[in-house]
């Protein structure tokens, strides 16, 4: 794979607002968090299996690389390594593409072949790798990081692509990559991933993503409201963003991670802060769930809990008035909905030290 000339560049300085050290992110969570927390207990209750499936109950229960990651790093987050072992082990057994490092994306209970698409999902293999770097320094355990190693260097060499003057992360390894231009989904740009994993997988590629991947989520903003889209066509040349053709012109359940990951990135500017604020105030009496980009309508629901904990930590205005509040994972409804709720506590105790 051919890269921008910017990518051999060594020295390369630090991204301005990439956020905390490892070594703070560690020692925030571990101030926070624990293995009695009611939050972790209850997610673990509801979708943990005791084999370490973790279970979409949103999705008629199947399992992806997505939920085993975020299985993975809250397990290390609230301190159970006896519960991450187990999550661990059943992705590698259940997930680990015969090929490479990377994941099969999903796993169907209900099917003789559970793994009948071999594709990966990148969103996955970035928390997994990065939950086993962070295992190996928080319980001094280095079986874990080679295969994090491992992992992200399949990561850099196989998933960011050139699009015109920018690197662009590719969301899978098939299907995604057009004749004019990629297909790429901005809730997979997860920060804090590639700078942890940049520091285990020696490249600057992974700090080049990082500027560019900050710039795209800039520039791709439609609609009323200026939100980024679930999926986002990226031209390989000359050439416009745009909502990506295919997919729903929508900004919901997957962009709802665009912000939460600007927050625990401590990445997030205020121009994107204030659009969405400015839609979460003005689009409906309640909070939407999604928004059409090109229809500028939204659901005629309200968002779940998860969405709502998003909302809490990218709007808070008194940060130095500690944890917004948020939604406990009890009164979520599904398994989606409980990992955003932690995921939201994670980032903003991550980006603000508690």
Request: aromatic letters at 10%; glycine letters at 6%.
């Amino acid at each position: 794979m051919i890269f921008s000339r910017r990518a051999v560049l060594a020295g390369l300085p630090a991204a301005a607002g990439l956020g905390l050290s490892t070594v703070r992110c560690a020692e925030a969570a571990q101030a926070s968090f624990a293995a009695t927390d009611p939050d972790w207990l209850s997610f673990k209750q509801r979708f943990i299996s005791p084999e370490g499936r973790v279970i979409d109950t949103g999705n008629n229960n199947i399992s992806h690389s997505e939920g085993q990651s975020y299985g993975m790093l809250f397990a290390l987050t609230f301190d159970d390594r006896a519960t991450f072992d187990r999550v661990n082990q059943w992705t590698a057994a259940n997930l680990k593409r015969p090929t490479d490092a990377l994941h099969i994306w999903r796993w169907l209970p209900n099917r003789k072949d559970h793994t009948p698409d071999q594709n990966n999902a990148t969103d996955g293999d970035l928390v997994i790798a990065m939950a086993l770097a962070r295992a190996t320094d928080r319980w001094g355990a280095p079986e874990y990081r080679a295969s994090a190693v491992a992992i992200a260097a399949d990561i850099r060499n196989k998933l960011i692509a050139n699009a015109g003057s920018r690197l662009a992360l590719l969301p899978g390894l098939n299907g995604f990559v057009g004749k004019a231009a990629l297909t790429v989904n901005l809730s997979y740009y997860n920060f804090v991933a590639f700078r942890e994993l940049g520091a285990i997988d020696a490249s600057p590629l992974w700090e080049v993503l990082s500027l560019d991947g900050l710039a795209l989520v800039q520039a791709a903003r439609f609609g009323r409201w200026l939100l980024p889209p679930d999926w986002l066509s990226v031209p390989k040349n000359a050439g416009a963003l745009g909502i990506a053709a295919g997919w729903p012109p929508l900004c919901s359940y997957d962009a709802i991670r665009v912000p939460l990951n600007l927050v625990w990135a401590q990445a997030l500017s205020p121009d994107i802060a204030a659009s969405f604020t400015n839609y979460w105030t003005t689009a409906a009496s309640y909070q939407p769930a999604w928004a059409n980009l090109r229809t500028n309508t939204v659901s005629e629901y309200a968002a779940a809990g998860g969405m709502v904990a998003v909302r809490a930590i990218t709007t808070a205005a008194s940060p130095q008035l500690g944890l917004p509040v948020l939604p406990s994972v009890a009164e979520c409804v599904d398994y989606y909905s409980s990992a955003l709720t932690i995921l939201a506590r994670i980032a903003w105790v991550e980006s603000h030290g508690g």
